[in-house]
């Protein structure tokens, strides 16, 4: 019984699935697109959203430094997904490499927690963007009730409670445009995104270059703030728990190998897509956090568009709809990859027999139809009923299981299968790995508990679904049983 439990998904097998076309998905995106899709999905969230409410809440001004911590992170992990995806090039990213290397119930958990982190980031990025639609109307003189901007329910001092709305209804009418688009095939959204993500880099650029003369120091001080007397509120703790909270912002990285399958050439685009996709971000993330809380004190930032509360508190006001159009746009990308990586999770999962057969069928347009109609509907009733910062502490967890995953699985694969052709190696193995998954883990531990029994609960779900339905529907079981 428990040797099944971890019987492994043989390397050979994942690449020959990885050349397959017939039934499959098709491989069209280039260099670009990849690194597009990535910085797609991490300038979003993160930067428009998530950066206020980690400020005000947990590191203050130092939430550059919060950053610079989880980029770190991300990079000994980004390194190890490199090494997986160019040399397992196919759909499921963290799932098909676990599985691989550690066996089919690490594999199931990897990619239940993925279904965590692309499922809620969908829905989280879906709050934000309504967020800033709002906050574009009410500049232009429409303003949309709040009934129908905010989630009915609030998460305030660990309790639940009503806040008196109906329904968050333009997170929910973002997540049905993007389901829409992605029906119509991976590469006419990749065009889309790749003119989006041109213009919201624009737009960051601008609030950076505008924002800067703005700037009163006075509001970097203390830099630090001091610790209230609890671990993660603000303090040495206060940064580590701010890393965790927006390492939300960095899971456009590995979203980029969801798609290895649509890839024209993985071997040699997605380590280069990976990487260039996080450093770009970094740089972006770090100046845009130091020039938001130099013009808006840390204090005031914990609303859901803290950039374009920065723009209208400067009293720049040609650049205050040009950056809220920004936002919208590139909140959209970020719906837009995290849907599509959700799909091609639930899609490699089908495959291999743990979720059912409904999950893998593609349209005429080579796109896994049912899989994201399945997410669509999720992302949507997630996105218009819970508030963004459940979804996106949730997210956070998720991201940091399935990277410290990774991290270790790369060590596993080099005792394994050491003779395996690797395009790409991650460098000084086991120092990046161990690394990854240490930096990774401790900003697990820094999150708040509240998250951590959302997470039991999640996983236990979804060791339910295991037992009940995926090990006996598993492949690997059927072909063991003939």
């Known amino acids: 019984m428990i040797k099944k439990l971890f019987r492994r998904k043989p390397v050979d097998l994942i690449i020959t699935e990885s050349l397959e076309t017939e039934g499959g998905l098709k491989r069209s995106l280039s260099l670009w697109h990849l690194t597009a899709l990535g910085i797609g999905a991490i300038i979003g969230t993160g930067i428009f959203v998530l950066t206020g409410t980690a400020a ?34 196919v759909a499921g990213s963290a ?3 676990s ?7 690490i594999a199931w958990f990897i990619g239940w927690n993925l279904v965590l982190e692309y499922l809620f980031a969908a829905g989280t990025v879906s709050v934000g963007w309504s967020g800033y639609v709002a906050s574009l109307f009410d500049g232009i003189g429409m303003h949309i009730p709040t009934a129908l901007t905010v989630a009915p329910f609030m998460h305030v001092g660990g309790h639940w409670a009503l806040s008196g709305s109906i329904v968050n209804l333009p997170a929910v009418f973002i997540v049905a445009v993007v389901a829409a688009m992605l029906m119509r095939g991976t590469r006419q959204s990749a065009g889309v995104n790749n003119v989006i993500v041109f213009i919201k880099i624009m737009v960051i650029v601008l609030f950076i270059a505008f924002g800067i003369s703005y700037i009163n120091t006075q509001n970097w001080v203390p830099y630090i703030p001091q610790n209230t007397g609890s671990f993660g509120h603000f303090g040495w703790s206060g940064i580590l728990r701010g890393a965790g909270v927006i390492f939300f912002a960095y899971i456009g990285f590995d979203a980029v190998s969801t798609v290895a399958q649509e ?23 770090v100046l845009v956090t130091a020039v938001a809380t130099g013009i808006v004190h840390y204090s005031k930032l914990d609303v859901s568009a803290p950039i374009a509360l920065a723009i209208d508190t400067a009293g720049i006001k040609w650049l205050s709809p040009l950056i809220k159009l920004g936002a919208i746009a590139g909140l959209t990308t970020v719906v837009l990859v995290m849907s599509m990586g959700q799909a091609r999770i639930f899609f490699a999962m089908s495959k291999d027999g743990l979720l059912p057969k ?18 669509g509907v999720a992302a949507a009733l997630i996105a218009g009923l819970l508030p ?5 502490e949730l997210v956070s967890i998720g991201t940091l299981a399935a990277f410290v995953i990774v991290c270790i699985s790369v060590l ?16 000084m193995v086991p120092l990046v790995p161990v ?41 690997l079981h059927v072909a063991e049983s003939k």
């Open 56 to 89: 005000a809440n947990y590191a203050g001004p130092a939430l550059t430094i919060s950053f610079i911590i989880s980029a770190f992170g991300c990079a000994m992990a980004g390194l190890c997904y490199a090494e997986f995806a160019s040399m397992l090039p």
């Open 95 to 97: 799932y098909a490499y």
């Open 99 to 105: 599985y691989s290397t550690l066996g089919e119930f």
């Open 263 to 285: 890839a024209k050439n993985p071997q040699r685009d997605m380590p280069r897509a990976i990487m260039m996709s996080l450093v770009i971000c970094t740089v972006l993330y």
């Open 358 to 375: 409904f999950f893998s069928k593609v349209n005429e347009h080579k796109a896994p139809a049912n899989s994201t109609l399945i997410t």
């Open 388 to 392: 963004i910062n459940v979804l996106g």
């Open 412 to 427: 596993v694969l080099r005792k394994t299968h050491p003779g395996i052709n690797r395009p790409f190696k991650t460098p």
């Open 435 to 475: 690394l990854g998954a240490i930096v990774c883990a401790a900003q697990m531990l820094a999150l708040p508990v509240d998250t951590w029994i959302r997470l039991v609960v999640w996983t236990i779900i979804g060791f339910i679904i295991y037992f009940a339905y995926s090990r006996k529907h598993s492949k």
